[in-house]
């Protein structure tokens, strides 16, 4: 929020991983602010494939991936970055997620420098 109130201009892509639609926090800002900032993209991913009551009552659509977040973010984002290794990354999850991100940020040619992280540590 603060880089987009700030006036960022570049690309700006959020990547949200949660068990199932119904179980994602704050979806209706992220929706809210990617209609307000053109450069600010979100993405939800589900580690459940949904079709409950729940996820139906709050409107689940088709073109939510379901998966680890990381691996989604790799498939439908980084594969298509020229330079990944040029982007800053700021990454926050528990540690085996974070351990599963970092590593493939790693892999992928991005220094340790650029990957800022938060360990929720559950």
């Known amino acids: 929020r603060s880089l987009l109130a700030g006036g960022a201009a ?8 949660a068990r ?20 600010f993209r979100w993405q939800l991913v589900v580690s459940e494939a949904s079709g409950g009551s729940a996820d139906a009552a709050v409107g689940a ?4 991936p379901t998966g680890l977040v990381h691996e989604s973010a790799q498939q439908a984002l ?10 800053d990354f700021y990454v926050c999850g ?12 790693k892999q992928l040619g991005v220094e340790e420098e650029r990957v800022a992280f938060d360990d929720f540590k559950l």
């Open 10 to 17: 570049e690309p700006i892509h959020f990547w949200y991983g």
């Open 20 to 39: 199932s639609v119904s179980d994602t926090p704050y979806r209706h800002e992220f929706e809210a602010l990617a209609a307000r900032y053109a450069n």
């Open 61 to 64: 659509a088709a073109d939510v």
């Open 78 to 87: 980084l594969r298509l970055e020229p330079d990944p290794g040029a982007c």
């Open 94 to 105: 528990p540690p085996a997620m974070l351990s599963a991100t970092r590593s493939m940020l």
